[in-house]
């Protein structure tokens, strides 16, 4: 099958036919991957990867459990004096 690069913007696409999209069982807003590999383009389906929490997040950061890295970095909120209220401010 042959087709055209087409301007898309400040970038340039090519239309998907539908039976290669239904072949792969691809559609709207699937995230895929392009590889350029010699003289050939490669556009393959993603593999979906799950969400990771934010406690996921900080333990593979730090290598460490949740609770161990709040005990290490405990985070204590400073109150900052911003001096007396100067103008019209209603407290």
Same mark, same amino acid.
Request: proline share 8%; hydrophobic share 35%; no cysteine.
């Given at each position: 099958? #042959? #087709?055209?690069?087409?301007?898309? $913007?400040? /970038?340039? $696409? =090519? *239309? &998907?036919? @539908?039976?290669? &999209?239904?072949?792969?069982? !691809?559609?709207?807003?699937? #995230? ?11 556009? *393959? @389906? /993603?593999? @979906? +990867?799950? +969400? @990771?929490? !934010?406690?996921? *997040? =900080? ?8 609770? #161990?890295? &709040?005990?290490? +970095? ?8 911003? $001096?007396?209220? =100067? $103008?019209?401010?209603?407290?």
């Amino acid at each position: 099958m #042959t #087709t055209t690069i087409v301007k898309w $913007g400040n /970038s340039r $696409g =090519v *239309r &998907l036919p @539908k039976p290669f &999209l239904e072949t792969l069982d !691809l559609n709207e807003n699937d #995230t895929v991957e392009i590889l350029a590999e010699n003289d050939a383009i490669i556009i *393959r @389906k /993603s593999v @979906k +990867h799950p +969400h @990771k929490t !934010l406690k996921q *997040r =900080v333990e593979e950061f730090y290598g460490k459990d949740f609770e #161990t890295v &709040l005990i290490e +970095h405990p985070q204590v909120p400073e109150e900052i004096d911003w $001096g007396p209220p =100067v $103008g019209d401010e209603i407290w």
